[in-house]
């Protein structure tokens, strides 16, 4: 009935690491009955699940096809979620899109500061980025506004929101009235900063990088020690850059020129296929960083509205 009024539908799938193969075979039924595209909510209960992650895309991959629109709705903070295998699920054959959920309100801030730190560190996985604003827990029509016209001075394309259940009159019409771009604003194209004793899954997504630009004896864990410290050393010195040791802006301008190679954290076999590869010697299905837990939830982890 969407389609024959001429909209195009995606499905939601909220998915929890347990069962991967059979979350990618629900995942895969929807877009057979007619989905033209699949949200993957994935949130805590994937926090670790590097080889669940790694096993849902691969098997939902083998059943869409490489071309079928994914898109991420996870959390927006990614420094808040070290363990969480972003680097899988945005990474090769993962979603094509990043749609996280920026829900000002609930986090306790505004919609200014959930934008900055947003694509702060959302930037570096180079999806395009579709924001999820909120239009539960009665935000208001100016900030519900406010949200479309930041999303307009970031350059996003669309905007997304949760929950139309939710959803009074007011906020309606509030997303139907025309917004323009704030004026004078520009948005910091920043990114962030790793260097000794970083950990999480930035420098997982950094050292896949590393290893795509010849760095080929870096083991990815996750964790920024001596060895990671001597790669970006070298890389930094290859390409002419200021050799601090530290990937900062610059330095991940450079390196996102390379495409990450696949870590196959999920793989029965250790041997290495193409352009994917095992993290270490001896096989391992996760990053050392998966194990530290989230620095806080800006989001409530409990039951979903």
Not at 3 to 29: D, T
Not at 65 to 70: A, K, R
Request: aromatic share 12%.
């Amino acid at each position: 009935a969407l389609h024959a009024g001429g909209l195009k539908v995606c499905a939601w799938q909220f998915v929890y690491g347990s069962e991967p193969y059979k979350e990618a075979n629900v995942g895969a039924a929807a877009a057979a009955k007619g989905a033209d595209c699949l949200i993957i909510d994935a949130e805590g209960q994937y926090e670790g699940k590097y080889a669940s992650a790694d096993k849902y895309i691969r098997k939902l991959r083998s059943l869409v096809g490489p071309n079928f629109p994914l898109a991420l709705a996870g959390f927006p903070y990614v420094d808040y979620h070290p363990g969480f295998p972003y680097s899988v699920f945005l990474g090769p054959e993962g979603a094509q899109y990043n749609q996280p959920q920026m829900y000002w309100k609930t986090i306790g801030t505004s919609v200014r500061t959930v934008y900055a730190h947003t694509y702060l560190y959302n930037r570096v996985f180079q999806r395009p980025i579709y924001p999820i604003g909120q239009t539960y827990l009665e935000p208001g029509r100016r900030m519900i506004k406010k949200f479309r016209r930041y999303a307009l001075s970031y350059g996003a394309t669309g905007v997304s929101w949760w929950s139309w259940q939710e959803t009074a009159g007011r906020e309606w019409g509030a997303l139907g009235r025309r917004v323009r771009r704030i004026r004078g604003f520009q948005p910091s194209l920043g990114l962030p900063l790793l260097k000794k004793g970083s950990r999480g899954d930035l420098v997982v997504w950094a050292q896949q990088h590393l290893l795509a630009a010849g760095q080929s004896q870096l083991p990815v864990t996750g964790i920024f020690g001596a060895m990671t410290y001597n790669a970006v050393l070298a890389f930094q010195q290859q390409k002419g850059l200021l050799a601090d040791g530290q990937i900062g802006t610059t330095t991940w301008r450079k390196l996102l020129e390379y495409a990450p190679v696949r870590i196959e954290w999920g793989a029965r076999s250790t041997a290495s296929r193409g352009r994917s590869v095992t993290a270490r010697p001896g096989g391992a299905n996760a990053p050392l960083s998966a194990s530290l837990p989230p620095r806080r939830n800006e989001i409530d982890p409990g039951p979903r509205p």
